[in-house]
Nanobody, 112 residues
Framework: VQLQASGGGLVQAGGSLRLSCAAA????????MRWYRQAPGKERELVAS???????NYVDSVKGRFTISRDNIKNAIELQMDNLEPEDTAVYYC???????WGRGTQVTVSS
């Protein structure tokens, strides 16, 4: 199984971006998936989780702005990021805890 992340880029504050993470070879098993981010000089931070039940969880700083979702047809998860702030600038990683897999990070840069 491999995690293939895409999306990210440069956006002005208040803008939106959408990240996607496809789980190639996962045979469409519904498992917990997570998005983390790591800003320069800071530790990696759990941003959002989605559980097999469909339940979700978010770090306080992104609640109401970010939405994690699952696309079962694409066998992928997505992170819709709205009303972005400069503090959201980081490398974002998707993670599958059950197999300990990490996707390649994707850079998100929010300019003020």
């Amino acid at each position: 199984v491999q995690l293939q992340a895409s999306g990210g880029g440069l956006v002005q504050a208040g803008g939106s971006l959408r990240l996607s993470c496809a789980a190639a070879g996962n045979r469409r098993n519904i498992v917990q998936m997570r998005w983390y981010r790591q800003a320069p000089g800071k530790e990696r931070e759990l941003v959002a989780s989605i559980f097999p039940s469909g339940g979700t969880n978010y770090v306080d700083s992104v609640k109401g702005r970010f939405t994690i979702s699952r696309d079962n047809i694409k066998n992928a998860i997505e992170l819709q990021m709205d009303n972005l702030e400069p503090e959201d600038t980081a490398v974002y990683y998707c993670h599958m805890p059950s197999l300990g897999l990490w996707g390649r990070g994707t850079q998100v840069t929010v300019s003020s």
